[in-house]
């Protein structure tokens, strides 16, 4: 499996986390899924809704996003397919944090900020059993 992101859309995605820095960033995939993997057709990012003190390294996406996502991605023909988030000056692994809040199928695609730039990315998908994150690969 393979999450396929096109340049553009990776540069929005790390405009938006690159703007949230020094606090997490994030936002929705929204796209396509087929047997070959995910393609993600449009971002939507949104404001870190965290408590304040928390947002350096937490970020929470609220159920009104989630349903606005799915709003959006319907009238688009899309499905949301997956969530993005940064990692502010921390490698791009998924934390257990991460996994505890993680739905299985979707895909995780979390980009390291570095002092306020991005740096490497990497993508995850929790398992059916949602013990652990599967990597997956990314391709533009």
């Known amino acids: 499996m393979a999450l396929i ?3 553009d859309l990776y540069s929005r995605i790390t405009a938006h986390l690159q703007a949230a820095y020094p606090n997490e960033g ?3 995939l929204l796209g396509q899924a087929n047997g070959a993997g995910k393609t993600v057709k449009a971002v939507l990012p949104f404001p870190n809704k ?3 003190g928390e ?3 937490r970020y929470l996406i609220t159920a009104q ?3 606005n996502g799915e ?3 319907e009238k688009l023909g899309l499905d949301v397919v997956g969530v993005f988030h940064s990692h502010p000056d921390h490698p791009a692994q998924a ?3 991460d996994r505890e809040y993680a739905l299985p199928w979707y ?3 979390i980009v390291s900020v570095q002092k306020g730039r991005a740096a490497d990315a990497r993508s995850w998908v929790l398992n059916d059993d949602r013990e652990q994150f599967i990597e997956e690969n990314i391709s533009p």
């Open 5 to 7: 992101v096109s340049s």
């Open 26 to 28: 994030a936002g929705l």
């Open 50 to 52: 965290f408590e304040a």
């Open 55 to 57: 947002q350096y390294h």
């Open 65 to 67: 996003d989630m349903l």
């Open 71 to 73: 709003v959006e991605a």
């Open 95 to 97: 934390s257990e944090y």
């Open 107 to 109: 895909s995780y695609l």
